[in-house]
Every structure is written in C-alpha cells, then in structure tokens.
C-alpha cells in the first residue's frame, strides 16, 4: 500500500510539473513579442542616438545626437523621435502612409503586436494640434508609462515633452491628462475658426485631473497629444496627455 502511495504521490508530482512546463511554455510564448519589441528597439538606439555636448535646449537640457541617415536608411516613414524624461518613451515616431499603419508594425515595416509610436497620414509637428499614438504596454514599454502622469506628484516634477526631427528641436510642457472616449473631440486636430480653437483648448483643461502647474495654453500656442488605452476601463476609453509647444530650436 505505501508502495502505491509513493507512486502515486511521484506521478501527482510530475504531472504538476508537466503542467508547470506547458504553462511556463505558452508564457514565454507569449512574451517572446514584447521581449524582440524591446530589444529591437534598444538596439536602434544604440545605434542611432549619440549626445552632442555643444548642443544644449533652454532648459539645459543636451541634444542627442541623431543620426537621421541611418534611420532613414532603417525607415524612411521615421519621421521624428521622442523623449519624455522620467518615463520609458524613448522612441523613433514613424508616420502611417494608411490610416493606423504601424498599430501593429514595428520600425522596420514588419508586424510586431506592440506597434509602434506614430502618428497619422498628413499630420505634421507643424500643426496646430497633432496626436502622437502608442500601446498601453504593461511592461510600461511604448506608451505604458504614460500612465505615470495620473499621479500627480510624477506629473509635476516631470513636465517635459522633446521631439527632434532633422534640424530643429521642439520642447513642449504638459498641462494636463484624463481619459476619454475614443474619436471623442479630444482627437480633433483641425478647427476652422480661432473660437474652436479657444473652445477646444478650454474643454482640455476643464478635463485636466490635476493642476500640472505649469502655463495653460492660449490661442497662440500648438499643442502636442500623446494618446493611449486607459487602465481597466471600457475598450474604447483612451488615455490622453497634452502638452504646449514652449520652445522650438533649430539647427
């Protein structure tokens, strides 16, 4: 009898780590995505990113040194590159030739569910209101660590958003963040009078959860969004962070 029992207590312990097998399995099955995603784009940093010490922002900031020939060699639909400090985003910012194009294609035009960041057919740094996407990630790659910025403690000591482009710098100020709906007004990005603009810059800020503390934006300035998926929330809720352009510099 203790002769069965040892058996069958050796055969409950090897199907329980058969079963551990095949979940760790299917686990690291899953996650093999997200883990080339990451390291993919580690290396295209490491390979395109320098610093360039003689090359300094308003706020003191050092430029990095981009070396826009080889990206666009990597991709000419890398447009731009994006850096906001304190958060995981440090990554090139493709722009779609289709309607959410890069939703799920890496910087290299290959699908990858992660996606990119990128923003849509048309759109330019140049406009008066431009929307920047990524995932929700929740390895807080991508745009995950936006999420960062519904604490308002994080949100005020880090309020700076920088896109370099070939030739020029833009460093833009948050001012405030909250979730909405999906195709709601936040994402309108053409006002065809200076009232919808002030109108539509009024609704983000009676939107804001909390007082960023730095300047609200008035009808002179451009704004830049940077939009992803809430948190436990409906499928269609987005997460949105908006910001003024304080400074532009070119070189």
């Excluded at 209101?129 to 790659?141: L, P, W």
């Excluded at 007004?185 to 959860?209: H, K, R, V």
């Excluded at 704004?223 to 269609?236: K, N």
Aim: with cysteine; hydrophobic share 35%; glycine share 6%.
């Amino acid at each position: 009898m203790n002769i069965l029992k040892r058996f069958l207590f050796y055969l409950m312990l090897m199907g329980l780590f058969a079963a551990a097998m095949a979940f760790g399995t299917l686990a690291l099955r899953d996650a093999l995505p997200f883990i080339k995603s990451d390291w993919e784009v580690h290396k295209l940093r490491e390979a395109v990113k320098g610093t360039a010490e003689e090359n300094t922002l308003d706020d003191g900031v050092t430029m990095p040194d981009i070396k826009w020939e080889k990206l666009q060699e990597e991709n000419p639909d890398i447009v731009a590159w994006i850096t906001v400090p304190g958060t995981k985003i440090d990554y090139p910012v493709l722009q779609c030739s289709t309607w959410n194009e890069y939703l799920h294609k890496d910087h290299e035009g290959n699908y990858s569910y992660p996606g990119s960041i990128f923003i849509q057919p048309g759109a330019s740094f140049s406009d008066q209101h431009i929307v920047i996407y990524g995932h929700n990630m929740a390895s807080r790659s991508m745009f995950g660590s936006l999420h960062d910025y519904e604490d308002e403690d994080f949100g005020r000591e880090h309020p700076d958003v920088y896109i370099y482009e070939p030739g020029r710098t833009i460093h833009a100020k948050i001012y405030s963040t909250y979730d909405c709906k999906d195709a709601s007004e936040t994402y309108i990005t053409d006002f065809q009078t200076p009232e919808a603009w002030q109108d539509w810059l009024n609704m983000t800020i009676e939107e804001n959860y909390y007082d960023v503390g730095t300047a609200i934006p008035s009808a002179g300035d451009r704004v830049i969004t940077l939009s992803t998926c809430s948190t436990g929330r409906s499928a269609d809720s987005r997460y949105v962070v908006h910001s003024k352009i304080k400074n532009i510099k070119m070189y």
